[in-house]
């Protein structure tokens, strides 16, 4: 499972990268795959890891306010694995080259 995730604590600036800061914290504690971007980051693992960090992560980024934006998007294909890199290299092998990262 894929799982794309972003949250903003509300009420507490423009800057976000130390509240970030603590939510990567939490998934490289996790052990799981993910994949920061500059909009959210997508973590792989079974639904219960999945929805265990994304729970630490809110639960860590309610600390800063009273009120959190969330938005979850999953992406669920039953036995496979190892999507975070897979479904890019799936593009790249029909483009014939490397997507810029």
Same mark, same amino acid.
């Given at each position: ?27 490289? &504690? ?10 959210? %980051?997508?973590?792989?693992? /079974?639904? $219960?890891?999945? =929805? @265990? ?5 809110? &639960? ?10 969330? %938005?979850i998007?999953?992406? /669920?294909? $039953?036995g496979? =694995? @190892? ?19």
């Amino acid at each position: 499972m894929l799982a794309f995730f972003s949250m903003i604590p509300l009420g507490t600036g423009v800057s976000f990268s130390s509240k970030v800061a603590d939510s990567i914290r939490i998934i490289e &504690e996790s052990g799981l795959d993910y994949k920061m971007t500059a909009m959210g %980051t997508i973590i792989e693992g /079974d639904w $219960a890891e999945v =929805s @265990g960090v994304i729970g630490r992560c809110f &639960e860590a980024m309610r600390k800063h306010s009273e009120r959190v934006s969330c %938005t979850i998007k999953i992406d /669920d294909h $039953a036995g496979r =694995s @190892g999507r975070l890199t897979g479904k890019i290299a799936s593009v790249e092998d029909k483009l014939g080259h490397e997507v810029r990262k």
